[in-house]
């Protein structure tokens, strides 16, 4: 139905656990329509690999609107493909063309260990959130909303911030496979606001202690999170976190 | 069965604060010693679990992503409503009201509705104080807008993402009483069975997604907040995980499902563009604030629309609403598409689309200032189809977007089934036949946040509710079913794959069952769902095995139970002998195709009891009347 | 609360730590800068300027040891932020490529650890051919002091040293190209507008400074050392 068809191969990573040995198999599909998204794609090759007895690739999906973050692999290299400010399941395939080859890698890192195939166990940005991305407001006692007015300014940024949907490309595009930028969202958003305040000090500090406890790497400036991010945070989220934490430490007030 | 609404008697206004008055309550160390389960992590399941663990109850917090902050609700776009009126232009908690309960046509509970209202100025302050970013002004303080045609300024909205951040809010609060050690957080567990004990609901069976165990879980009560059921359709706006397993499950087990029939339809929504199509994605209804609708009047007319000259397009909403025109509400924009489509003047490869054309407006105001408005959303048009809406009209259909019903609830959201609470989209409470836009993330947080915390106290505290261990004899029997029927799924060995069953599944709801419906279709719509279903039992092929992470196998079990659902919704629909709010039968309306509401016979919530299923559904239908002492019932009309 | 230890030594006291010594190392590199191209003052120029940093006595001994540490600290940080890496991704991608704009990766952000190490090797090489080497001595106003500056000309006549120094700069110039917008990010610079600029500012000064240093050399060897610049020199 309307749209031309191409033939596409697929090279995917194939891993049956997380102590499992892995490779790569490859594929082709001759009925790839432009119109399809990254996701859609890989359904069809699915649904050909059940009627041959084979098992489909399982990779994490939800929303398929670019807002729950489950989405999360590699493509040619790429965390969420070629196309900036999207995630894999926004590209669509008018973005290949007739007889290109694809591989696709699960999220590479320590701290986010393959469950099967493409699909990987990120419970560690749950984590480094229980350390302290969050205020501690009980539910019941909070004050009139607008007795706290946020200039606009502030509650922009603080938003920017607060747009990141946890999908974890910024870790797996990282040489370093830091969760700088994750983490430095977090803090950067709840700390921008006067909501926030009370407790800085200590959720930079504790939210900083659980990314490192968790195994992920230092941050070497590399922007490549930024690149691959798809809502777009920019590393200045990662200049605020060092920030606060520079002034938890050295500020008294 | 009896349904008892247990709404408090006197004055609407007090009701609420009566019944506070009068609850049992817990005090905090008792709180201790009592254990909950929260199914579901979307804004009813995240805020009810965090407030209940703020009081002191041991919560256990289930869901089936790897994250409680993927939950479906994350992808809410518009907003949330609130009678804060901070505009000034006259909103107050009556008001409220009145547009919820008239919105949804008289179809549902005044008291809960009113009690919807008083909460719904709570919310915002809670998650302000969270740090949800929501708009604001210069002045620094909150940004409302006027939202699905209401007459004042009362949604509260955080750019186009407001789920997203009220999610993270209650996300993060629950994530602080995880670290508080209060809530014993479980994500990637499907629910697949409710344990009864007893008579009381006192735990739930789950499948680990990722080891495939079949697990335990025993409680003091249960919350079930697990969503809405419009992937039965499967294509909707829905997350691919939403499903009725958990609510559809509870309901086999004695719970009774309410108002099964009524479904939400967005009528701006991508339209689909092939067989592979796995999701529809919702554009914001505010697009047709500029936009324009239309249709070639010419059937099967190739042209290039900007080819078409103007008396040779029938902008049909704008000619049979001459008031509202293309502002007509959902229900009534979605029906008119499916009569234009249905006539053949439909457009695109499938025929099933119709224009939204921006070009007088970017002649009227420039393509600077429609950009300015909608920028974002032609960006993700234009990502999603690859056609420009600056130089092409856009294409739009409408697509299923929300369930109204769910399991029958009291005022204190207990099902029938005593300890079983329901909260969100997966109960049928608070929006009547239909609901109106910014309402859900309201009601699902007034559920979590403000309603859930202090019933289930009472319920605690006025029921003994001895130790159940995990080895009593009701858990091993739902234990073994579930693993049974996993067993039975993967052992069909047949040669369609799950997707094709639920794809035409999707289609005889979506054509019968859907935006309208009449006694022909649904009847033959029952015929071919049992017929596919027997098909589905001796010929769907699910790959693998239970032990391991097996996406097609928690699909298939999700699309067995649709196949039930998809029948009670059916009936349903039948025996509502009416139009109302979405559910329109083609034998109730006037002349000019205008709903016909009978609020003498069917001023009623429809509950449906499970009584077997072997071949045909068994169900049983109980009626919960409908009072109305503070509203007078009118009839909508938007000529 | 962690202690000052804990907290130099966390994720971000690393990078505050590369920031800080990467930057100090820059400066100690301009002053080093200004002092080889001493050697194109006046005859004695070079010589005076090493006889006056010698009398300073202890004061030099202080900046010496505090200039050691500054490149220990560099380096080590700079290695466990390397090895770390190595840690988190154990398995590699076997395609990787980068996403390009706004990111930052290049060879010389890629390149950072290799381009340290050989530059510590280097270092010990320098210091062993320079600061120990065997200098003859040169009266200058009376007095016998160390000339330097022959023992540069000479050096330098040897084409494995001038263009193996050349070489070195290249690198040096790699590990600043990025390094320096780097050390500003580390000391927490945010703003998209200072960052853009910044980049520019400092992959230019890497590459004027390791100009800077590599022309000694090169005109060294390509003029055999009597070129006209050199006052005083005479032709080996
Ligand atoms: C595209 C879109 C836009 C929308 N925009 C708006 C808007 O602007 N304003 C508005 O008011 N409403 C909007 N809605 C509606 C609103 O988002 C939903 O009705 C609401 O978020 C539902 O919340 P919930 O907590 O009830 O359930 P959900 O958010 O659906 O959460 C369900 C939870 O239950 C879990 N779950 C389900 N089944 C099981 C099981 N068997 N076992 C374990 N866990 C299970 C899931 O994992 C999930 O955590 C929109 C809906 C869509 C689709
Ligand atoms: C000649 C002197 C040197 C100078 C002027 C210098 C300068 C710098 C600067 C400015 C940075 C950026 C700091 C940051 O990102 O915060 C940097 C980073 C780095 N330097 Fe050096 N450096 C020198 C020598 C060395 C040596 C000897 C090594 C070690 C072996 C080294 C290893 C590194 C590494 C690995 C980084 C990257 C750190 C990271 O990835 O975050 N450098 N250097
Ligand atoms: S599936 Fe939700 S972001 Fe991609």
């Not at chain 1, 006692?141 to 920017?160: C, G, H, I, R, W």
Request: proline content about 3%; glycine content about 8%; aromatic content about 10%.
């Amino acid at each position: 139905m309307g749209g031309s068809n191409m033939t596409i191969h697929l090279k995917i990573w194939r891993q049956e656990g997380p102590e499992a040995e892995g490779r790569f198999e490859t594929y082709t599909l001759d009925q790839v329509n432009e119109h399809m998204s990254f996701l859609e794609m890989l359904d069809v090759l699915n649904e050909q690999l059940v009627t041959e007895g084979k098992l489909p690739v399982e990779f994490d999906y939800d929303c398929r609107e670019g807002i729950c973050g489950s989405c999360n692999m590699v493509i040619n290299g790429k965390a969420h493909g070629p196309k900036r400010l999207t995630a894999v399941c926004q590209l669509h395939m008018r973005n290949y063309s007739d007889g290109d080859t694809i591989v696709i890698e699960p999220a590479r890192a320590a701290a986010f260990p393959v469950i099967r195939d493409l699909v990987v166990d990120r419970s560690a940005f749950d984590r480094i959130i229980e350390a302290g991305g969050y205020v501690s407001v009980k539910t019941g006692s909070a004050p009139e909303a607008n007795t706290l007015p946020v200039d606009q300014f502030n509650a922009n940024k603080a938003f920017d911030y607060a747009t990141c949907i946890g999908c974890g490309a910024c870790v797996a595009a990282c040489p370093n496979s830091s969760a700088s930028l994750f983490t430095g969202a977090k803090i950067a958003h709840l700390n921008k606001l006067p909501q926030g305040q009370p407790e800085r000090k200590n959720r930079v500090l504790a939210m900083v202690e659980q990314m490192e406890k968790e195994g992920f790497g230092d941050c070497s400036n590399f922007a490549e999170c930024e690149a691959v991010c798809p809502v777009g945070i920019s590393i200045s989220a990662i200049a605020e976190m060092r920030r606060d934490y520079m002034k938890a430490m050295f500020d008294d007030n | 069965m009896k349904l008892d609404s247990k709404v408090p008697s006197g004055p609407l206004e007090s009701k609420w604060e009566k019944h506070l008055n009068e609850i049992n309550l817990l005090a905090p160390n008792n709180k201790r010693k009592h254990h909950v389960l929260v199914v579901g992590t979307g804004l009813a399941g995240a805020s009810a679990a965090a407030s209940l663990a703020e009081l002191g109850y041991n919560v256990t917090s289930f869901c089936i992503q790897d994250s409680a902050r993927r939950a479906h609700s994350i992808a809410a776009q518009g907003g949330i409503n609130a009678a804060k009126n901070y505009p000034n232009d006259g909103d107050t908690i009556r008001r409220l009201f009145n547009d919820t309960i008239k919105g949804g046509d008289y179809r549902s509970r005044e008291a809960n509705v009113y009690r919807l209202a008083q909460v719904s100025n709570e919310i915002i302050d809670q998650a302000v104080a969270q740090g949800v970013p929501f708009a604001r002004e210069y002045s620094g303080l909150l940004d409302n807008r006027s939202f699905g045609g209401a007459q004042v300024s009362r949604t509260f909205y955080a750019r186009g993402q407001t789920g997203q951040q009220l999610l993270l809010g209650a996300y993060q609060a629950m994530m602080r009483m995880i670290h508080a050690g209060k809530i014993d957080y479980q994500p990637r567990k499907e629910m697949l069975d409710l344990v009864v004990v007893d008579g009381k609901a006192r735990g739930i069976i789950t499948r680990d997604l990722v080891s495939g165990k079949i697990e335990r879980w025993s409680g003091d009560a249960v919350v079930l907040c697990t969503g809405g059921y419009g992937n039965v359709f499967y294509l909707s706006t829905n997350a691919k995980n939403s499903n009725v397993t958990a609510a559809w499950r509870c309901h086999k087990r004695g719970a009774a499902f309410a108002n099964p029939c009524y479904v939400q339809i967005h009528p701006t929504c991508i339209p689909v563009s092939g067989d592979y199509q796995s999701k529809l994605t919702l554009m914001s209804e505010s697009l047709r604030n500029d936009g324009r609708v239309w249709v070639p009047k010419k059937k099967g007319d190739e042209r290039n629309p900007n080819d078409i000259p103007e008396e040779e397009r029938y902008y049909y909403l704008e000619e049979r609403y001459p008031s509202f025109g293309n502002l007509v509400p959902r229900d009534v924009a979605s029906r008119n598409a499916k009569m234009v489509t249905d006539d053949g003047m439909g457009i695109g490869p499938t025929g099933r689309a119709v224009y939204l054309d921006f070009r007088d407006a970017i002649d009227r105001d420039g393509k600077e200032a429609i950009k300015a408005k909608y920028g974002n959303l032609f960006d993700m048009y234009e990502n999603i189809t690859g056609d420009n809406p600056y130089e092409q009209p856009m294409r739009i259909f409408p697509a299923v977007h929300y369930t109204m019903g769910g399991l029958w609830v009291d005022y204190n959201l207990m099902s029938n089934i005593p300890g079983l609470f329901v909260a969100g989209e997966a109960n049928f409470s608070d929006h009547g036949a239909n609901r109106l836009g910014a309402s859900a993330l309201m009601q699902g947080l007034a559920d979590g946040y403000f309603v859930i915390p202090y019933t289930i106290g009472d319920y605690i505290a006025g029921n003994d509710l001895a130790a159940v261990s995990t080895d009593d004899e009701a858990f091993g029997e739902a234990a073994d079913a579930s693993a049974k029927q996993l067993d039975k799924l993967l052992n069909v060995k047949g040669d369609r794959s799950v997707i094709d069953f639920h794809r035409e599944l999707g289609k005889i709801m979506w054509d019968k069952v859907g935006i309208a419906r009449n006694r022909e279709g649904l009847e033959q719509a029952i015929e071919e769902i049992r017929s596919l279903r027997e098909e589905f039992w001796k010929n769907v092929r699910v790959p693998g095995e239970a032990g391991y992470y097996n996406k097609y196998l928690e699909f298939a079990h999700r699309v067995a139970d649709y196949f039930e659902l998809a029948e009670l919704m059916a009936l349903d629909a039948l025996q509502r002998n009416e139009s109302c709010g979405c559910h329109l039968r083609d034998e109730y309306q006037t002349e000019d195709g205008e709903a016909v509401r009978n609020d003498e016979e069917f001023s009623f919530v429809a509950a449906w009891e499970y009584k077997g299923l072997n071949g045909k559904l068994e169900a049983e239908l109980h009626k919960e009347d409908l009072e109305f002492e503070f509203v007078e019932l009118k009839q909508r009309s938007y000529k | 609360m962690p202690s000052l230890v804990e907290a130099a030594t966390s994720q971000v006291g690393r990078k505050l730590l590369t920031g800080i010594t990467g930057l100090l190392l820059l400066f100690f590199l301009f002053f080093h800068l200004a002092g080889n191209l001493t050697i194109f003052g006046g005859e004695h120029a070079m010589n005076i300027y090493s006889m006056t940093l010698h009398d300073l006595g202890w004061p030099l001994w202080i900046a010496r040891i505090g200039l050691a540490l500054v490149f220990i600290i560099h380096a080590w940080v700079g290695i466990s932020i390397w090895w770390r890496r190595r840690k988190a991704r154990p398995e590699n991608y076997h395609v990787y490529s980068s996403k390009g704009e706004p990111s930052r990766q290049s060879l010389s952000s890629r390149s950072m650890a290799i381009t340290g190490i050989i530059l510590l090797i280097f270092l010990v090489f320098h210091i062993n051919t320079f600061a120990l080497g065997d200098t003859g001595t040169v009266l200058i106003d009376g007095r016998e002091v160390s000339d330097l500056k022959t023992l540069v000309i000479e050096t330098f006549q040897n084409p494995l040293y001038a263009f193996g120094y050349a070489i070195i700069m290249l690198l040096l110039a790699a590990h600043l190209g990025h390094g320096i917008w780097s050390s500003f990010v580390s000391l927490t610079m945010k703003s998209r507008k200072c960052s853009d600029l910044m980049y520019t500012i400092g992959a230019t000064v890497a590459i004027l400074l390791a100009l800077g240093f590599l022309f000694i050399p090169l005109y060294i060897y390509f003029t055999g050392g009597c070129g006209a610049m050199i006052a005083g020199s005479q032709c080996v």
